[in-house]
């Protein structure tokens, strides 16, 4: 039978509440207006479009001011059920109140919060100045979305400061009505709000910016098991069921399921061995109960970060092992997290000159690397006999470069030079014209560089960097400019629940932090010590202490003993690790890569 999982909560935030759409019961009170809750499926009318449409349809009295009690483990919250009832009240009275935006800066739990406070005080005193009247139903039929778009769909309620969503499975419809369901980009199929932003890149339907955001943060995260975090549809969920596809890595929840396909979907999905989800299916003409496939989703999904990425993803039963170009290798982190995300690497070319960094990349990666030395001394021949590759990815030396460094030599000279071999070999590289198979690079460097090499690397990349500082998924400050074509580079940097942000996280039993987050780790033995103060970061025995190889390799997001060969020196792996790029934010850069290359 088809896997489900428990998503887990982002990193720092409670899990989702529990489900209420099947709780609520029927109150003896009349009043004004009806909320209602899941009854059974019936057909109501046609689509606007001339299809067949069904959903749910209620016919419950609830009293509009009675409060919803929802319980969550030994937790209790309270919160009022007549927001979305209300709004519909004030919109047939012609009452007009404050608006609830949306957008990236804007708390939306507040917004709902005080438009909720204003449309109760208007209740209170007798919907004035219509009255009761003015909430009746307009004649004849009208559109479903205009007024019920919110709690036909899902319902995302915010409760209190910290906005946490319950989700409730919920439809409307007043007896007696004849409504037509319209199934529209004016409605965001993720939460049901009617504030859309844009349309869904995925299923037919719009978005609204909360879920925008949502989106961009979550739909590239991946589990250790290789499958999405969070649902496709509304990139949340509890419960999720993971397609049996083994080139496909997606999720659906069972919310979004019973709720768009139909009821009792989900439990048909858990008895099919294999199960396809919904990208897959290949029958239905990708139509499932209200969920619609997008026949262009490939080219939505394309354009739907920013900037916008130069290939549509490829389909699963297409998709290839990957070959990869690495420059300035280092300790094969590249490698290290594309086996991670469970992509199937076909060859990996390494260029690096260390041979410390090459002996543990032999030892860590049982010799799966390439290794071909000095860059200087690829040619064109060398990558057509390689060749040809998916991914080309490389830092140069930072030395001359870095503001830091007050004998820095700049772009021009010294090690900066190195920047001109990366650039050199990833335009022969590139895939010749005619070729318009996926071809993805990733270039890095230090954030402390002079303006000038900043916008002369800009310049010859003919792209601007992205900044990434580790700080977000790690115990350490690491700031770093990306240079790339990967999609999603400039989406948010969210941690995962196996990252380590805090260093007590990193340490070894019987050791204390002293500090949250450590500053950058270099290849300098005194950049451990924190502040103008140069304090130890560690406590142990009533001393202080430096970190340990095995707490910096944490740190960095490596497994521990990763740098731990050939008898090497303390000062000599954190050489290497200083050297190195932080794991969970190149795991966070490439996790989009699974969309074109074959996963194990």
Same mark, same amino acid.
């Given at each position: 039978p088809v896997c489900i999982k428990n998503s887990p909560p982002p990193k720092g935030h409670p899990a989702n509440l529990t489900q209420v759409g099947?709780?609520?019961?029927?109150?003896?009170?009349?009043?004004?207006?009806?909320?209602?809750?899941?009854?059974?499926? $019936?057909?109501?009318g046609g689509r606007s479009d001339g299809k067949k449409g069904s959903f749910l349809l209620i016919f419950i009295e609830v009293p509009i001011m009675s409060e919803l009690t929802v319980h969550t483990g030994d937790e209790r919250m309270t919160t009022m059920t007549g927001h979305v009832p209300l709004q519909v009240a004030s919109t047939r009275a012609g009452k007009a109140f404050i608006a609830c935006p949306e957008s990236d800066e804007t708390d939306t739990s507040k917004s709902v919060d005080l438009q909720s406070k204003q449309m109760i005080e208007w209740a209170k005193t007798g919907f004035q100045p219509t009255g009761p009247k003015g909430l009746e139903p307009p004649e004849g039929k009208f559109n479903c979305h205009v007024y019920f778009a919110p709690i036909m769909l899902k319902s995302r309620i915010l409760i209190g400061a910290q906005g946490l969503p319950i989700y409730l499975r919920?439809?409307?419809?007043?007896?007696?009505?004849?409504?037509?369901?319209?199934?529209?980009?004016?409605? *965001?199929?993720?939460?049901?709000?009617?504030?859309?932003?844009?349309?869904?890149?995925?299923?037919?339907?719009?978005?609204?910016?909360?879920?925008?955001? *949502?989106?961009?943060?979550c739909a590239y995260q991946y589990d250790d098991d290789g499958y999405q975090s969070y649902c496709t549809i509304c990139c949340g969920g509890r419960e999720v069921l993971m397609c049996g596809n083994n080139n496909c890595c997606r999720c659906f929840c069972v919310e979004c399921v019973d709720l768009l396909?139909?009821?009792?979907?989900?439990?048909?999905?858990?008895k099919e061995d294999p199960w396809s989800c919904y990208m897959c299916e290949?029958?239905?003409?990708?139509?499932?109960?209200?969920?619609?496939?997008?026949?262009?989703?490939?080219?939505?999904? $394309?354009?739907?970060?920013?900037?916008?990425?130069l290939y549509p993803p490829v389909m699963a039963e297409k998709r290839q092992p990957i070959r990869v170009l690495s420059l300035f290798d280092g300790i094969a982190t590249g490698l290290l997290v594309l086996k991670e995300l469970g992509i199937q690497v076909e060859r990996y070319v390494a260029s690096e000159v260390c041979e410390d960094s090459v002996t543990v990349g032999i030892v860590r990666h049982q010799g799966r690397i390439m290794y071909v030395g000095d860059v200087r001394n690829v040619t064109r021949k060398h990558l057509h006999e390689w060749g040809p590759f998916d991914l080309v990815i490389g830092g140069s030396p930072c030395n001359d470069l870095s503001i830091v460094n007050p004998a820095r030599k700049g772009l021009y000279e010294g090690t900066g030079r190195l920047f001109f071999e990366f650039y050199r070999l990833l335009h022969e590289a590139r895939p010749k014209e005619g070729d318009n198979r996926p071809f993805f690079w990733l270039f890095e460097n230090v954030v402390a560089m002079g303006v000038s090499d900043k916008r002369d690397i800009s310049r010859f990349l003919e792209c601007n960097p992205v900044m990434i500082d580790a700080k977000e998924v790690s115990a350490a400050h690491r700031a770093r400019y990306f240079w790339g074509n990967l999609p999603g580079m400039n989406r948010p940097l969210t941690a995962m629940c196996t990252d380590r942000l805090d260093l007590q996280e990193c340490l070894e039993h019987g050791r204390t932090a002293k500090f949250g987050k450590v500053r950058t780790i270099t290849t300098r033995s005194n950049s451990i010590k924190q502040g103008k103060d140069q304090h130890f970061p560690v406590f142990m025995n009533e001393k202080e202490d430096i970190l340990w190889c095995t707490e910096m390799e944490r740190v960095f997001g490596f497994p521990v003993h990763y740098t731990d060969v050939s008898n090497m020196s303390r000062l000599a792996r954190q050489r290497l690790l200083g050297r190195s790029w932080s794991v969970p934010v190149i795991r966070h850069l490439f996790a989009p890569l699974k969309e074109y290359f074959a996963c194990v």
């Open positions: 099947k709780q609520w019961s029927q109150h003896v009170t009349a009043s004004p207006w009806k909320a209602f809750v899941e009854s059974t499926p $019936q057909q109501i919920a439809t409307a419809s007043l007896a007696g009505t004849n409504y037509i369901l319209s199934f529209s980009t004016d409605i *965001c199929i993720s939460c049901g709000s009617l504030n859309v932003s844009r349309e869904h890149p995925l299923f037919a339907g719009g978005m609204c910016q909360s879920c925008k955001n *949502c989106f961009l943060e396909v139909g009821p009792g979907a989900a439990q048909i999905a858990i290949k029958g239905q003409k990708g139509v499932f109960g209200l969920l619609e496939r997008r026949t262009d989703w490939p080219c939505r999904l $394309q354009h739907f970060f920013e900037p916008p990425k």
